[in-house]
């Protein structure tokens, strides 16, 4: 029978117990395994609306704020096809860690189009059909999503974008200029889509909301 040996003790030095992956076993800051939950919580809730009330069957995963999104959407429909869109360096997990594509880019924003333009010339996304872009990694008032007008031209099907935020309300609801807010437009990710003079409740401080974009007919993009 195998049996693990321990490693010898060095005088003054503290045992340190390290997984197998190589992170060390700290234990985790309830408040953000707190967060983490009611994150995932929020997403649940807004793919299950996606898939059942809008017709979506096409998910961007834009910044990986939490993990366990693309199981989330194939709980929802087994079908959905999902795209990730990591930040630099993570791209390689995430491959591992679900069936979904994944391209390498930046959290915040679509930026200059390159992203946009991977996504449509490789197939990954359909932008003639609905898509929701799920682009939940939290912004900040003085950092605010870049590129969400590019974003919302090309998809000539329609469909929706995700966000949340610690900044003010009023500035968490222009950043979805030029997308049509949904209602509640933003509310407390805790409890959305109740709008929050509904629940008396305190919340987390995060506010989450979706806006759509409504279809404009198919054709052909020209990329610039």
């Known amino acids: 029978m195998f049996r693990e040996r ?12 390290v997984n197998l992956d190589g992170s060390s076993c700290a234990p985790p800051d309830p408040d953000r ?12 809730r807004v793919i299950d609306y996606l898939c059942a009330d809008a017709g ?7 910044g990986c704020s939490v993990p366990g999104t693309a ?10 096809a999902v795209v990730h869109v990591a930040p630099h360096g993570t791209a390689g997990i995430l491959a591992a860690a679900d069936d979904a594509a994944v391209l390498s880019g930046e959290a915040s924003g679509t930026g200059d189009g390159a992203l946009l333009r991977r996504l449509h010339t490789s197939g990954l996304v359909d932008f003639d059909e609905p898509v929701a872009v799920l ?11 870049t590129g969400l007008a590019a974003l919302h031209s ?14 003010p309300r009023t500035v968490a609801e222009r950043a979805f ?30 506010l989450g909301g979706l806006g759509r974009a409504p279809e404009r007919g198919r054709g052909v993009r020209r990329w610039h």
């Not at 005088?11 to 117990?17: E, L, S």
């Not at 979506?56 to 834009?62: A, E, H, T």
């Not at 199981?71 to 959905?80: N, P």
């Not at 409890?191 to 401080?205: E, L």
């Open 71 to 80: 199981e989330r959407v194939h709980r929802a429909d087994a079908e959905a």
């Open 33 to 44: 395994v707190e967060q983490t939950r009611l994150h995932q919580a929020f997403l649940g």
């Open 154 to 167: 090309v998809m000539r099907g329609g469909g929706y974008l995700a966000l949340t935020s610690t900044a």
């Open 177 to 206: 200029d030029p997308f049509l807010p949904v209602e509640p437009v933003v509310a407390d990710l805790t409890w959305w889509p109740y709008p929050d003079d509904d629940v008396p409740a305190p919340g987390c401080g995060t």
């Open 6 to 17: 321990k490693p010898p003790h060095v005088p003054g030095r503290k045992p340190r117990v």
């Open 135 to 145: 682009m939940t990694r939290p912004f900040t008032e003085e950092a605010p999503p």
């Open 56 to 62: 979506v069957r096409q998910f961007v995963d834009w």
